[in-house]
Structures are given as C-alpha cells and as structure tokens.
C-alpha cells in the first residue's frame, strides 16, 4: 500500500550545490576514465556547465518519478537501479550535448561516452547479478554495439526504449542437461 504520509512523499527541488557538486564529479570522473580507455585525451575536452547540469537535474528528476510511480511487488517504493540511471545518462548526454573535444571538432564525444557508460551499465548490473547468484551474462556484440551507435548517433531512441533493450542484453546463461 502507498503511504499518504507527507513525510514519506519524495518532492522535487532544486539539487543543492553540495548535493549537484558530487553528482558532477562522479559523473565526469566515470565519463573521463571511458574516454582516456578509449585513447583519447581528456584535457581537450570541454564541457558546458549548464547542460551537464541539466543532464543531472533530469536523472535525478527521473529517480523522483521511479520512486513514486514504479512499485515492488510488495507495494514500496521502487529504486531505480544503476543500469535505468546509466540509461538516462546516455539519453540525456545525447539530447543535451554537453561535451567536446577541442582538438577534434569531428570526433563525436558525446556518443562515445554515451556509449560507452550504456556498455558499462549493462555489464556492472549483469556482475552485480552474478554475485548474488544469478548467472547473467552480456550480450553486447560488435554488430549490437554497431546498431546501437548508430541509433545514439541519430539520437533515434527513448528513455524507456534505453532502458529496455540494456535489460535485453542481459541474459540468464542455461545449465547444460
């Protein structure tokens, strides 16, 4: 049953500095360690304020919403869960745009963070599973990642069309009989 009770109610307000400063660095600690993983040089790459705040606001925007209209099968609350907030990033880097590479005009940085944090997050929850004893495996094969590029390049994808398909590949290995 859903409380009523105000006090246990998430509400929406403005991230505060302390709260938004960690978010931003995390987020651009992850997204630095994928960049330089691929052999690019983080130092060239620029990155607008705003928008990377916006990026944030709407995921955490978004955990609000998760909490009040996704519930478990006992009724609580659900928590959004790494891969769905992974899935917003991508979705929200790619529909902000808040980075650049100042070195390479050409080269698309944000794609290849969204990329690769989309590849991330299905591997850390696919991990995850299997240390609590599922036996998930990832299904991110190059002609997959090449689909998927291409639909992050043209920004061809919803939030939950993200979400869906990064739970698609994952999948639960068969004992053999």
């Given at each position: ?169 994952i999948y639960e290995e068969q004992e053999e009989q």
């Amino acid at each position: 049953m859903i409380s009523t009770d105000i006090k246990v109610f998430p509400s929406w307000g403005a991230l505060g500095k302390t709260a938004y400063d960690k978010l931003e660095h995390d987020l651009l600690d992850e997204l630095r360690q994928f960049y330089t993983n691929r052999g690019h040089d983080w130092s060239n790459v620029k990155c607008s304020k705003e928008r990377l705040r916006e990026v944030i606001d709407m995921v955490e925007r978004r955990r609000v919403y998760f909490h009040v209209f996704h519930l478990q099968e006992d009724g609580s609350p659900m928590e959004m869960g790494e891969l769905n907030e992974a899935c917003l990033h991508c979705f929200w880097i790619l529909k902000r745009y808040p980075f650049f590479d100042a070195s390479d005009p050409e080269r698309d940085v944000n794609l290849i963070l969204a990329s690769e944090l989309f590849k991330y997050g299905v591997s850390f929850t696919a991990i995850k599973r299997r240390k609590l004893g599922c036996k998930e495996n990832v299904n991110i094969r190059p002609h997959i990642e090449k689909h998927l590029n291409h639909a992050f390049k043209f920004r061809d994808l919803s939030k939950e069309a993200l979400m869906v398909i990064a739970e698609s590949l994952i999948y639960e290995e068969q004992e053999e009989q």
